[in-house]
C-alpha cells in the first residue's frame, strides 16, 4: 500500500519533533521549534497534532512500533519457534543489539528520565507504549513454556527485562561501561541459566 500523503506529513512532523525534543528537551520545545525542524507551517502541525503531549505521544507509539518489529511481530513470529534454550539467548541478543546501538533511543530516554519529574506524561506514555508491550509480551513467552518451571511468568518476565534496562541505562544511557563494564553476551547467558536451570539440571541428570 502507497502511503498517504498525510501520514507522509505526519511521518516529516514526527521527524522533526525528534529533533527538537532531543536538542531542547521537552520543556523546551514549542510547536513552532517543531515546525521549523520538520519544515513545515506550524498549522500543518497542529493539523496533524492538536497539541505537544500528543505530539510527544505519537512519538513515542512510532518508536515502539519500529522497535517491537525490528524484533518479533507476535506470539505467531516463526522465529519463536524451537527450542526455548536457543530461542530465549537469541531473542535477548536481538533485544540487546537493537537498543544498544540506536543512538537516539538512548537520547530519548536520557531526555524523559531527566524530564519525568516535571512531566510524568512523558514516563507514562513511555511505560504505555514500550515497557507494557514489551512485559506482556515475554510474560506470553514464558507461560506458554512450562519448561522454564517458573511459578510466576509475570514476575520472572520483570526480572528479565529489568536486567536488560539496568543493563542499558548503566553501560550506555548513564556512560557507565568504562566504570562497571560487562559484555552483553555475559548478562544474556546468565539470564538464561537462571530461567533454565532446572531444565539443564534435568538433562544432566537423565
Same mark, same amino acid.
Given at each position: ?108 530516554? $536520557?531526555? #524523559?528520565? +531527566?524530564?519525568?519529574?516535571? %512531566?510524568?506524561?512523558?514516563? *507514562? &506514555? ?31 518476565? $520483570?526480572? #528479565?527485562? +529489568?536486567?536488560?534496562?539496568? %543493563?542499558?541505562?548503566?553501560? *550506555? &544511557? ?33
Amino acid at each position: 500500500m502507497t502511503p498517504s500523503p498525510a501520514s507522509d506529513k505526519a511521518e516529516q512532523i514526527l521527524t522533526g519533533a525528534m529533533q527538537a525534543f532531543l536538542a531542547q528537551g521537552y520543556a523546551g520545545t514549542s510547536m513552532d521549534r517543531v515546525a521549523a525542524a520538520a519544515g513545515v507551517s506550524k498549522a500543518t502541525v497542529y493539523s496533524h497534532f492538536q497539541d505537544k503531549e500528543r505530539l510527544f505521544q505519537a512519538l513515542v507509539r512510532r518508536m515502539a512500533k519500529r522497535k517491537f518489529s525490528e524484533v518479533f511481530t507476535d506470539m505467531d513470529d516463526p522465529r519463536l519457534e524451537g527450542d526455548p534454550l536457543v530461542v530465549f539467548p537469541a531473542m535477548g541478543r536481538t533485544i540487546m543489539a537493537r537498543m544498544l546501538v540506536d543512538s537516539e533511543h538512548l537520547d530519548f530516554m $536520557r531526555m #524523559v528520565i +531527566g524530564e519525568s519529574g516535571r %512531566f510524568p506524561q512523558l514516563a *507514562k &506514555a513511555c511505560i504505555q507504549n514500550l515497557t507494557k508491550y514489551s512485559l506482556e509480551f515475554l510474560t506470553q513467552y514464558i507461560a506458554a513454556h512450562p519448561e522454564f518451571g517458573v511459578p510466576d511468568p509475570e514476575a520472572t518476565a $520483570r526480572i #528479565v527485562l +529489568g536486567a536488560m534496562v539496568f %543493563f542499558v541505562l548503566s553501560q *550506555k &544511557a548513564m556512560h557507565g561501561e568504562e566504570i562497571i563494564p560487562m559484555d552483553e553476551e555475559r548478562m544474556i547467558n546468565a539470564t538464561a541459566f537462571l530461567l533454565f536451570r532446572d531444565q539443564q539440571t534435568a538433562t544432566t541428570n537423565t
